[in-house]
């Protein structure tokens, strides 16, 4: 079975990693201009936020 995992990263996207590698990077600040996708947009609104993991089984 290959790990996924949801990883919320610190100020920025969610990222799908799966297999250790990066698949996705899906929006948070709400921004994006390409939804669902991260554009980078959370840079220029000074979006904040924790960072979380989560592991998907």
Do not use: Q, W
Not at 17 to 43: I, M, Q
Request: some cysteine; overall charge positive.
């Amino acid at each position: 079975m290959v790990d996924v995992i949801i990883e919320s990263t610190e100020n920025g996207p969610n990222l799908v990693v799966v297999g250790g590698e990066v698949k996705y990077a899906l929006c948070r600040c709400g921004h994006s201009n390409n939804k669902p996708f991260c554009d980078g947009t959370h840079r220029k609104v000074n979006f904040k936020a924790d960072k979380k993991e989560v592991k998907v089984i």
